[in-house]
Nanobody
Framework: VQLQAFGGGLVQAGGSLRLSCAASGRSSSNYGMGWFRQAPGKEREFVAAISESGVNAYYASSMKGRSTCSRDNAKNTVYLQLNSLKPEDTAVYYC?????????????????WGQGTQVTISS
């Protein structure tokens, strides 16, 4: 499966963005999916994850209440709605397939990373 994240951009603090992650080559409906981000000079960190059906979603504490992860399996696409954005949310955002269901926060639980999309928040 190949993943492509898009929808990033430059917005002012307090603004919103909706990121999309489109899957190709294989249906993504059989997989849980996750979002991570990496800021300059920092390690990649967990943002959100969603189950195969979309019924269950999990969030990093820093994003809880400010983000919503959803999916449209008919379109093979997962979304990450980001609200009340802060300058510290500036990062490259990546999506990946959640392959190890023992944990959703660890980077090692994911595979088939897509190319990221840049999110820049100005103060």
């Amino acid at each position: 499966v190949q993943l492509q994240a898009f929808g990033g951009g430059l917005v002012q603090a307090g603004g919103s963005l909706r990121l999309s992650c489109a899957a190709s080559g294989r249906s993504s409906s059989n997989y849980g999916m996750g979002w991570f981000r990496q800021a300059p000079g920092k390690e990649r960190e967990f943002v959100a994850a969603i189950s195969e059906s979309g019924v269950n979603a999990y969030y990093a504490s820093s994003m809880k209440g400010r983000s919503t992860c959803s999916r449209d399996n008919a379109k093979n696409t997962v979304y990450l709605q980001l609200n009340s954005l802060k300058p510290e949310d500036t990062a490259v955002y990546y999506c990946a397939v959640w392959v190890d269901k023992l944990t959703y926060r660890a980077e090692r639980s994911y595979d088939y990373w897509g190319q990221g999309t840049q999110v820049t928040i100005s103060s």
